[in-house]
């Protein structure tokens, strides 16, 4: 599966440990934890990438590497507020929307446990940046 837009997320160092034994498949993976409940559709990522002066750096292309096994992963462009640090250039663009895009998980209707997905993120850049999700379903 492809998707487009850009993404930041924090360097597996700023996360936490091991949401799933899947970590150890993905060794050179960031890990990001997120919860969502149970049926609902629910963010896990805004995906963006910008200028220090918030205008778009161009589109990544995502593709998901790895599917959930209790739902489903799917994308839509919109406008949201980026996240940098205060020592990031662009940390005065979180005080405005920039164009991206947000990726969704939902789970099947009544499945309550964890759940994983992994997603590759191409940068117009060529870096190559991929990302598990560990997914608490309540």
Do not use: M, W
């Not at 609902?40 to 990544?60: H, M, R, W």
């Not at 992963?73 to 929307?97: H, I, M, Q, Y």
């Amino acid at each position: 599966t492809s998707l487009v837009g850009a993404c930041t997320v924090p360097p597996a160092s700023q996360q936490p440990a091991n949401p799933a034994a899947a970590t150890a498949q993905n060794k050179n993976a960031n890990v990001a934890i997120r919860g969502a409940i149970s049926g609902e559709k629910q963010k896990i990522q805004f995906i963006y990438f910008i200028n220090p002066d918030c205008t778009s750096a161009g589109l990544v292309k995502i593709s998901v590497t790895e599917v959930p096994a209790h739902g489903s992963v799917t994308t839509e462009p919109l406008s949201d507020f980026p996240a940098f640090e205060k020592e990031n250039v662009r940390f005065v663009c979180n005080t405005r929307r920039v164009a991206g895009l947000q990726v969704f998980y939902q789970s099947e209707p009544g499945f309550v446990g964890s759940d994983k997905l992994t997603i590759d993120v191409v940068y117009p850049n060529g870096l190559i940046q991929r990302v598990l999700y560990g997914v608490i379903v309540r």
